[in-house]
């Protein structure tokens, strides 16, 4: 999907690769699975590793826990793989997005899942299986 010219000229917004704000997909990135106990929460998401703003730490500030993380190249081959797990969760195991907006103040609430449903290990053992599809050439499942 490209960006409506609209959208570019007055409100300063672009594509993926272009926008002046979020992850800079070109760039090295991390992959990473949290924890949040008291709201019985998993998350997988991304972040640059050239950005400014403390993604990781603004989400521990808030009572996630790191359960592991992965270096990527670039951004796109993070944002790959996040969305391979996110397509699992969803369309395969029928995981809803277990968070909203109003509880998540640094984005993404569509990222999470009820840990009643399915543990951190699990989603990073997505994580490994969906980065090897990758980095062997091979379809998803």
Known sequence: ??????????LGTGCRYCSPYGIDLSAP???????????????????????KYDRLGAFERDG???????????GTQAFTVEQLVLRRLRDDLGIPAYMNAAEMPHGGATETAS??????????AMVCEEHDRQAEGKPST
């Open 115 to 124: 840990a009643d449903r399915i543990s951190a290990p699990a989603v990073w």
């Open 1 to 10: 999907m490209t960006p409506a010219l609209g959208s570019v000229r007055y």
């Open 29 to 51: 990135a991390l992959l990473y699975v949290l924890h949040y106990r008291l709201a019985r929460a998993v998350k997988v998401g991304i972040t640059g590793l050239t950005t």
């Open 64 to 74: 996630w826990e790191v359960f592991r993380t992965a270096h990527f190249e670039t």
